[in-house]
């Protein structure tokens, strides 16, 4: 049985792991775009000098040789031919039994700097992004971010304390909208303007001027202000890697469509990642590889973990992380606990956890995502949810065996 799979991110080497564990002997062939094996949520510490590209790798020197994988770098996919089973790249192609796409996505382009067709203005999705903007940066003194999301932010940092003017332009009243309430996430806002970066939110870009060498000079802000800029990075979000999908038959709608078993429409063809428009995070994504992969070595396996945790944050020190909900609705209730070393919000909704943000301290994250997926009702147990711990939930049986008893 020959297995293939397309992208060397988290699901497709997640996939590759699984498969060899359980067919020792099948041919497994990856084939990516990139030339490196690195992890996107490091690409910011490649940019600082904080990691060579060594340093962003998640597996062995000899990870392919050991596992008996073959693997075909530094090579675009151009066609999936589901008919003949064969996936096509520059002047090649390859068959497949089975095959696992697990392509990623690239970064969202603005159309108004995207018609310029500007050499300065550059995504942050992967490592040749990250090296391009590197090697811009050598002589780029004043640095427009376009988004103030994880990607956004990740590229500010990594230029932070140094002598480059940052701006960081967003849509959204605060920054990480997504990820964190306005409390939290204005610690980082408020590091971030200390290490030299300035934030215009709330407006976003109409304009921008393009000199002779095609390159940006400056964005306008709807708000009429205009910033100079010799380099501009772009980050406002991801769309899933399928251009090279037309005309396969295999079905997409803001990602590939996958059923529960992550299998698209045509027989022995499976999705993971990025790529399905599924929980991008990296847990999830190396969960999904897994799945395919069992799948695709006949042990048939559900998807079942669409719960999202909210990646973790890091930056100066100072660890984040949420869970489900960041600000209550109507019907919802919020309980606070804040000093000088953390920062707790729950949400809950009749007695049930479906939102958690924790700030400089973050552990025993475990213990909230197991309420907030089981929909367990703590009101029952009439002390603070803050003092919870899951001793209150199970209780230890004659046989030493534990039974949940919540």
Known sequence: MKHVIIGAGAAGISAAKTIRNLKSTDEIVIISSDDAVHSRCMLHNYISGERDEKGLSFVSDDFFAKNNIRWISGKKVTKVDTDKKLVNF??????????????????????????????????LRHLSDAKAIKERAKNANDIVIIGAGLVGLDAAYAFADTDKKITVVDMSDSILSLNLDTYASGVY???LEEAGCTFYLGCKVNDATCDANSNITAVMLDSGKKLSCDMVIVAIGSTPTVKFLADSGIVCNNGITVNNHLATNIANIYAAGDVTGLSGIWPNAVNQGEVAAKNMCGVPTVYDDVFALKNTINYFGVPSLSLGKTEPCEGEIAEICL?????????????????????GCIAHSGFWQFLIKNKIDVSKLNKSVFDLTFADFYGIQANGEYEWVY
């Open 90 to 123: 520059a002047d090649s192609s390859e068959s497949f039994d089975t095959l696992l796409i697990a392509s990623g996505s690239d970064s969202f382009e603005l159309p108004l700097l995207q018609s310029h067709n500007a050499k300065n203005v550059f995504g």
């Open 189 to 191: 806002q408020q590091k």
């Open 339 to 359: 000093d000088k070393t953390k920062y707790e919000k729950i949400i809950m909704r009749d007695g049930i956890v479906v939102g958690v943000i924790l700030q």
